[in-house]
Nanobody, 120 residues
Framework: QVQLVESGGGSVQAGGSLRLSCVAS???????IGWFRQAPGEEREALAC???????GYANVAKGRFTISQDKSRATVYLQMNNLKPEDTAMYYC???????????????WGQGTQVTVSS
């Protein structure tokens, strides 16, 4: 399994932006890479993925505000988040090894998460 380390979380006011990074222990090929989040007391929520062919997929909650991307080394994945809202407050996780874009249980490797807090 690949090891994943997230960074870039923090506290921001509503309307602000953050870019999360996920560094993998090796380049990732041939599987889905995704970003997910989980707020206290809530179920884990899928946000976005990069598919094996390189195209992307987004959950409705992320469309228009969040952008997933990957660097040329294919070892770092980003999640650019704009126009953040208090309801975006959660722990954000990246995951790899998935077989379906927004289906968390199909992913086999998970990072430890990075906290995002959005104040009004």
């Amino acid at each position: 399994q690949v090891q994943l380390v997230e960074s870039g979380g923090g506290s921001v006011q509503a309307g602000g932006s953050l870019r999360l990074s996920c560094v993998a222990s090796r380049p990732i090929y041939g599987t889905y890479i995704g970003w997910f989040r989980q707020a206290p007391g809530e179920e884990r929520e899928a946000l976005a993925c990069i598919k094996p062919a390189g195209n992307t997929g987004y959950a409705n909650v992320a469309k228009g505000r969040f952008t997933i991307s990957q660097d040329k080394s294919r070892a770092t994945v980003y999640l650019q988040m704009n126009n953040l809202k208090p309801e975006d407050t959660a722990m954000y996780y990246c995951a790899a090894g998935g077989t379906a874009c927004l289906n968390g249980p199909t992913y086999t490797s998970w990072g430890q998460g990075t906290q995002v807090t959005v104040s009004s």
